[in-house]
């Protein structure tokens, strides 16, 4: 054996993603909401000489909130999630997964309501459809890794990928993304991580994308105008009955206008007057019988 033939294998250089491959040989697969984060990961990416394929899902019938400010992954959004692409010249494909959104989140956010709790449908999605189905359309696509616009930062550590806070406190999206598995997180790239949301608008007007000045999305993507009543009602027919407030030594206090307008917890807008504070404390579902709403004062034990 000679001396070349015992010297160790030279380190690969890893790219801007922590990925031994030169970036032209590197296919990402961008998740584009239409919004300008993503838009500005993909087209950055882009610029950096990688294999870019955007990928846009479409979650729900968007006909009650096209064109409302502020919402996310509305048909205009699949619009301008296109004309990026277009733009940068890379790939661009929108995927019907209507049918899974609303068996793996709308259904959900419906029974964690009737069940007297708030739900988190973004932490649902992504624990579902995007970072289940979302990443295995990108394993099928050939990619090294998917990337998205979140706030948040993906650290190597001892044991592999770690989630860390996001460099922006303001812009922080660690919360919405606590139920991501050690799988997903060594698929996923975060590029924004460690940039202050400033620069990101800073980086878009810099890449001529024309959603540099969008507003960010700030509702449930489903739930036009905040009226979330009107999509539970839809989804569980009955959920806006009125029934009555129990308390939980068994009076009567009084009638409430529908189950969905309480979760456990809630001290205010009850709705009755009784010179205390009462406290939901739980719930029963809408039947066709009634539904009702259990409360206790502050100084009472707790119900089990």
Same mark, same amino acid.
């Given at each position: ?33 239409? !919004? ?232 205010? !807008? ?35």
């Amino acid at each position: 054996m000679t001396m070349l033939d015992a010297a160790p294998p030279k380190a690969r250089t890893l790219n801007s993603l922590g990925i031994a491959k030169p970036p032209s040989e590197t296919r990402v697969v961008a998740a584009m909401s239409g !919004g300008v984060d993503s838009s500005v990961v993909a087209a950055m990416l882009k610029r950096e000489g990688y294999d870019v394929v955007g990928v846009t899902l479409q979650l729900y019938d968007h006909g009650a909130t096209v064109n409302k400010p502020g919402a996310c992954c509305a048909g205009q959004d699949i619009h301008d999630a296109r004309r990026v692409a277009d733009a940068c010249g890379f790939p661009h494909y929108v995927l019907d997964y209507e049918s899974r959104f609303r068996n793996a989140v709308m259904e959900d956010f419906a029974d964690t309501y009737l069940a007297g709790a708030t739900p988190i449908p973004c932490v649902r999605c992504n624990q579902t459809v995007k970072f289940k189905d979302l990443k295995r359309v990108a394993e099928d696509l050939g990619a090294d890794c998917l990337a998205t616009g979140h706030y948040v930062q993906r650290l190597e550590g001892a044991n592999g990928a770690e989630l860390h806070r996001a460099a922006d406190a303001s812009k922080d999206q660690t919360y919405f993304l606590f139920a991501t598995t050690r799988d997903q997180l060594n698929y996923l790239r975060f590029p924004l991580g460690g940039l202050p949301k400033s620069e990101t608008r800073a980086l878009a007007n810099e890449l001529g994308l024309r959603v540099a000045e969008k507003p960010d999305s700030q509702d449930i993507c489903f739930v036009p105008n905040g009226k979330y009543q009107d999509i539970v009602q839809k989804l569980r027919p009955g959920a806006i009955e009125p029934g009555e407030i129990v308390h939980v030594d068994g009076r009567v206090m009084g009638e409430h206008t529908g189950i969905i307008n309480f979760t456990v917890g809630q001290r205010r !807008g009850l709705g009755i007057a009784t010179g205390e504070p009462l406290f939901v404390v739980s719930s029963t579902r809408p039947t066709s019988a009634s539904s009702s709403a259990r409360v206790k004062p502050s100084a009472s034990p707790a119900s089990r």
